[in-house]
């Protein structure tokens, strides 16, 4: 009994809040329309109502119409401008899935600017996620050791060409030096068996060379 | 990413041509009365089994459990009726704070149970055990009315779901806390209080949690 009782109460309250929600949206409109036959707003709350009962004609009229609304709404939001398109396609789907819960005794421009807020929202949403996730990234990117591989490897591919060209340039006893005991690691009997010198000159022949590349490698500034 | 007008426009017209004629939602009023159809079924069905006389009689004894159970009603009632209009978009949201004077009521009467002693000392107390019997009872009832609160309010467009989804939780554990007075075989104690709330609390945590996700998707 008590439910009952209750229920046409806050009947009562309803009719009450709705008006106070109503007198809310439909001033402005109303005010507007005292000059013109019929505002904006108004105009789109008529082309709604007709698309919802299946007007096609009225519905492209009032999707058209309403793109300014929303790129205006999202960018209140804070959406950058390069991204209101999408939030203008994800409002205009949203609306087109839910244009059942339109109730065109309210205003349409309330009713869309709710859904295009909350898409700004979600993309912006959506946005600061990737790109806290791209920030990361990159971070990742500059602690990765293969960075520090990668150009450690050219460094030292041109370090070794440098040194082979410094090689080849030495006098012709040096260089067979370097290359016999050095780069082949042959020991010194071997590589005086294979050149048929001796080893004091292979000794030396070494020491020049490598004085020599010392003080080319060392004397580049 | 930049700015492709052509494909704003390719889309209004593919959402022209899927354009058919649709069922507009039903006034909030309207549909909390379809769901106070399903509590007034459970309250009829406990009414049968238990009859009115011992609510009524514990009613007179305790007029403030009496006040409770009118702010349970009240509760459910405008919390119900708050979720379905926030479920239409550009409804003010000021709407979530209509259940709060009848949960004033509700909390405020029954903690009045807490002073049991005092008031009326030959009342009976709840023991541990009636007290999950309570807790079970809250729950129970509360799955199937909020699931059918979750499955109306997906038709609609709750654009603030996890609010949305607070207001199903507390209609339904209302609602169910309304239940229980047919069947209350004893008085509001500092325990049994605290267990309505504990149950009440998590009817509302899990449908902010569940609920929430269920009505984003819609």
């Known amino acids: 009994m008590s439910q009952v009782l209750t229920a046409t109460g806050l009947m009562g309250l309803d009719s009450g809040l709705s008006l106070w929600a109503s007198l809310d949206q439909t001033v402005p409109a109303d005010l507007t329309a005292a000059n013109d036959s019929e505002s904006p707003g108004q105009r789109r709350a008529a082309w709604m109502a007709a698309a919802q009962g299946g007007d096609r004609r009225a519905y492209e009229k009032l999707l058209g119409d309403s793109v300014a609304l929303i790129r205006a709404a999202a960018r209140r939001q804070g959406v950058a401008p390069d991204h209101l398109d999408d939030v203008v396609q994800e409002t205009l789907i949203t609306v087109h899935r839910v244009r059942h819960t339109y109730d065109p005794a309210r205003s349409y421009d309330a009713w869309l600017t709710a859904i295009a807020n909350r898409r700004a929202i979600d993309a912006l949403r959506s946005r600061g996620r990737r790109d806290s996730r791209e920030l990361q990234d990159d971070f990742a990117l500059d602690r990765h050791p293969d960075a520090d591989d990668a150009s450690a490897a050219t460094e030292s591919e041109q370090r070794a060409r440098r040194l082979h060209e410094a090689i080849a340039e030495l006098p012709p006893g040096q260089r067979e030096a370097v290359e016999q005991l050095g780069l082949k690691e042959r020991s010194l009997d071997e590589a005086a068996e294979l050149t048929g010198r001796n080893t004091g000159a292979l000794k030396v022949n070494l020491h020049r060379a490598l004085k020599t590349l010392r003080e080319r490698f060392h004397g580049e500034p | ?218």
């Open chain 2, 1 to 218: 990413m930049m700015s492709d007008p052509r494909s704003v426009e390719a889309l209004i017209d593919r959402l022209g041509t899927g354009l058919v004629p649709v069922r507009r939602l039903l006034p909030a009023w309207l549909r909390t009365a379809g769901w106070l159809l399903l509590v007034a079924a459970f309250a009829v069905v406990l009414l049968m089994h238990y009859g009115a006389q011992p609510m009524l009689r514990r009613w007179a004894a305790t007029p403030d459990l009496a006040w409770a159970g009118i702010g349970a009603v009240i509760t459910a009632v405008s919390a119900a009726w708050a979720a379905f209009a926030l479920g239409v978009p550009g409804r003010n949201a000021a709407w979530a704070w209509l259940p709060l004077p009848g949960a004033l009521l509700w909390i405020g009467a029954s903690g009045l149970g807490c002073l049991r002693t005092w008031i009326a000392p030959g009342t009976a107390i709840a023991g541990a055990h009636q007290s999950a019997d309570c807790l079970l009872f809250i729950i129970g009832f509360s799955i199937p009315l909020s699931a059918l609160l979750v499955v109306l309010l997906r038709r609609a467009c709750p654009l603030r779901p996890v609010l949305t989804a607070v207001l199903i939780g507390l209609a339904s554990a209302a609602a169910s806390a309304s239940l229980l007075e047919i069947c209350h075989a004893f008085d509001s104690a500092a325990t049994d209080l605290l267990t309505h709330a504990l149950a009440v609390a998590a009817v509302v945590a899990l449908n902010a949690a569940m609920g929430g996700r269920l009505l984003s998707k819609a």
